[in-house]
């Protein structure tokens, strides 16, 4: 099972992108799935999160430009972007709390990351 993330860019201040994460395998479910990013020189920070059922929760940060989804059916996770700031530069990672597959039952996996570059 591995976690595979897509739709960085550089993009100018005030732009737009969707990322996505999509879960390939023989996979059954996933549970609560996440966007987190980290910047040069900071810690990974969680952005947002979704459960399998939906609920949705953003950092303040990103409330009111950026929104989480997912398609259960894809086994995808999204995260559209909108109103991008120079401070939104970082690397996303997705990140999937626990995925029941065919090849077993797997507990926090993390998608190789996606560069979000805003210029200003």
């Known amino acids: 099972v591995q976690l595979q993330a897509s739709g960085g860019g550089l993009v100018q201040a005030g732009g737009s992108l969707r990322l996505s994460c999509a879960a390939s395998?023989?996979?059954?479910?996933?549970?609560?799935m996440s966007w987190h990013r980290q910047a040069p020189g900071k810690q990974r920070e969680l952005v947002a999160v979704?459960?399998?059922?939906?609920?949705?929760n953003h950092a303040d940060s990103v409330k009111g430009r950026f929104t989480i989804s997912r398609d259960n059916a894809k086994n995808t996770v999204y995260l559209q972007t909108n109103s991008l700031k120079p401070e939104d530069t970082a690397v996303y990672y997705c990140?999937?709390?626990?995925?029941?597959?065919?090849?077993?039952?797997?507990?926090?996996?993390w998608g190789q990351g996606t560069q979000v570059t805003v210029s200003s």
């Open positions: 990140n999937a709390d626990r995925i029941r597959a065919m090849e077993g039952l797997f507990f926090g996996s």
């Open positions: 395998g023989k996979i059954f479910s996933i549970d609560t």
């Open positions: 979704i459960t399998s059922g939906g609920s949705t």
